[in-house]
């Protein structure tokens, strides 16, 4: 239709991108046979018929046990080039990946083979796709804070070449609060500050993120209409949410798309923007979000380029760059 047409051909940002989560089953089976690691799945197919979550951790269990595929310095690289391509071939010009090194760490692999992976793809889709991008450290909030911090430890040699810290994970009885010092490190790093909050979370941990880990941009966010004066404060504030509608969809935080209350946030006035999250599980990438989202919510062109503007002004993006993008 004409409306898919100017969906397609729409410039994008994407702000909400686990880079862990683009591992299609078909890679993961090429980087297994590639590093001698056996799958327990007799094949692609197979692998992906098992993406049937009832929740967030019953996704997580499934996402820990695909990264362990990752293992060299390619393997990064081959990971992060293959969505770079595919941005390119979406029109997103701009993207902000999140990577958690706790998972690799823990496996042994080494910051300096994922840091040397990432951002060799990075530099690449630069020069090949004149995309920009930025790294986001992500940590893991069922691991102990003392483990964040010895990941940020390891990190500091490359505290130039990384953005911003983020916090993911097992949301529930995992709150903000439990990283306010790891988030004080980065901080002395330079970086921006993001979190996931409001994804399966009470609405209280988007106070606590904002308050206690003084981030620049919520994760999700959708549980914010939980609390009005909350809902205030993040329009008063515009405060950006990464929102990530087929997600909350496959993970049960809504069970129909035509429930989500993104269309309803952006009438409120705050400053939402559209994501993919870990389009591998999630059944796509943006264009296809947006077409999802627009098939049963029905926005308008105004509101979609709305969305755009809303992640080109919420983006880490030097200023030039913000400009040129729009
Ligand atoms: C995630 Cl959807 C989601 N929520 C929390 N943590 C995550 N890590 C990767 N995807
Ligand atoms: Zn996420």
Redesign the pocket.
């Known amino acids: 239709s004409r409306m898919d047409q100017f969906l397609a051909q729409l410039p994008k940002v994407e702000l909400h991108l ?1 880079i862990e ?1 683009t591992l299609e089953p078909e890679m993961m089976f090429a980087l297994a046979e590639r590093n001698g690691i056996a799958l327990p799945y007799r094949s692609p197919e197979a692998l992906r018929e098992a993406y049937q979550f009832d929740n ?1 951790q019953s996704f ?1 269990d499934l ?1 820990y046990q695909g990264a362990a595929v990752l293992r060299t310095r390619d393997d990064f690289y081959d990971l992060a080039m293959a969505y770079f391509k595919r941005c390119d071939q979406e029109q997103i010009l701009h993207y902000e990946i999140m990577f958690d090194p706790q998972t690799h760490l823990n496996r042994g692999v080494r910051m300096n083979t994922m840091m040397e992976g990432l951002v060799g793809a990075q530099q690449d889709a630069q020069r090949h796709y004149g995309a920009s991008s930025n790294l986001i450290l992500s940590l893991l909030r069922h691991l102990p804070e003392e483990d964040g911090i010895a990941a940020l430890e390891q990190a500091k040699p490359w505290q130039h070449l990384i953005n911003a810290i983020g916090l ?2 097992s ?1 529930r009885g995992n709150p903000p609060s439990k990283f306010k010092r790891a988030f004080e490190l980065a901080d002395s790093y330079g970086w921006h500050r993001v979190a ?1 909050a409001g ?1 399966e979370g009470p609405a209280d941990y988007i106070w606590e993120a904002l308050r206690d880990l003084q981030v620049r941009r919520i994760d999700h966010g959708v549980r914010c209409q939980e609390d009005a004066q909350l809902v205030e404060y993040l329009i008063h504030h515009q405060v950006p949410l990464t929102v990530c509608p087929l ?1 909350n969809v496959r ?1 049960g935080v809504y069970n129909d798309l035509r429930q989500h209350n993104l269309k309803q946030l952006l009438e409120l006035g705050l400053c939402v923007t559209l994501n993919s ?2 389009p591998a599980y999630f059944g796509g990438y943006l264009t296809t979000n947006m077409l999802a989202v627009q098939n049963a919510l029905k926005l308008s062109e105004t509101q979609w380029i709305q969305l755009t503007t809303n992640a080109i002004n919420a983006s880490f993006a030097p200023v030039e760059r913000k400009m040129a993008l729009k």
Request: proline letters at 0%; a negative charge.
């Open positions: 686990h989560g967030l997580l996402y993911d994970s949301e996931h994804e997600s993970l999250d870990d």
